[in-house]
């Protein structure tokens, strides 16, 4: 879509520059009526914004939602099961236990980033210590979309049997539940967001209308500078210079912004880091596990 811009701007230099050409080398440019075109102008100007705007607005507002509603919940979550299970499970034949789960956390992360990324490969999770061969057999027949949800399964299933051999009263552990829960409708509202977009013809409609008003600007543009040409009117020249150039980049300009923002998980300037997010995640997981292993051997030595 970037690569538009320029050519879009290109197209409206080239329609005004062959239109001036024709009006002043075979007519007279005092002949023609310009408040007519520019009463054309005014109307498409009118309207064109009024669906841009609309249009970006809704981009924006389903951007900020995967990242409140979806990507902020899950990694909210996937940390208040995480010091749940710090905080239930302090014991020292609990360690191995806090570790598998914070690591199964990061997991659900992971697969989640390689299923928004659209990236292949579980050799590469097997590689960086996140995921076990038996796991990633297990989780190779399974879609890209579930696997996030498989392995919160597997957090589920270990805390609840720890919790039984702990006996973990039910309302509290029904708290986990209820993250784990969390976990999988967020993971379930970005797959709505990613695997829904916006119509095709309302786009292309936008699109169409973008295009539409930048021909306009064009053909006004070159009448007037023919005009402007003969009346040796550098004031009025320029002005139109200038009118053909910005207005073309400002609607092009957001139309690539509107497009960057459907698909926030790549690697554009206005998509998520979110390897850095899930780097923080990851380090307040790790943080938790530490200091309540602290606390317990103060707890000890007491």
Known sequence: ?????????????TTALVVAVLVRGFGDPSSYNIADFETLVRYVNSFAPFLLGLFLSLSLSRWWALRTEAFQTVMDSLSN??????????????????????????????????????EKGLDVLVDQGVLSSAEERLLEPVGRTSRPTVALAWIFQILKKAAAEEQVPAPNFGVVMAEIFKVREGLST??????????????????LVVELNCVVVGLKAGVCIAAAHQ?????????????????????????????????PFRDDTVD???????????????????AVAYVQERAQSV
């Open 1 to 13: 879509v970037s690569r538009n811009v320029p050519f879009t701007v290109c197209f409206c230099w």
């Open 81 to 118: 099961i995480s010091f749940f299970t710090a905080s239930y499970f302090v014991t020292p034949e609990y360690k191995r236990l806090r570790g598998v789960v914070r690591g199964y956390c990061q997991l659900v992360l992971e697969l989640m980033a390689q299923w928004c990324r659209d």
């Open 190 to 207: 970005m797959a709505t967001y990613v695997n829904t977009q916006l119509p095709m013809p309302y786009v292309q409609l936008i699109a």
């Open 231 to 263: 009346e040796d009117n550098m004031m009025r020249l320029c002005a139109e210079v200038i009118f053909i150039t910005v207005v073309p980049l400002l609607y092009e300009g957001l139309l690539v912004i509107a497009a960057c923002l459907e698909d």
């Open 272 to 290: 998520f880091p979110i390897y850095y997010f899930f780097e923080e995640t990851r380090q307040g997981m790790l943080a938790v596990n530490e």
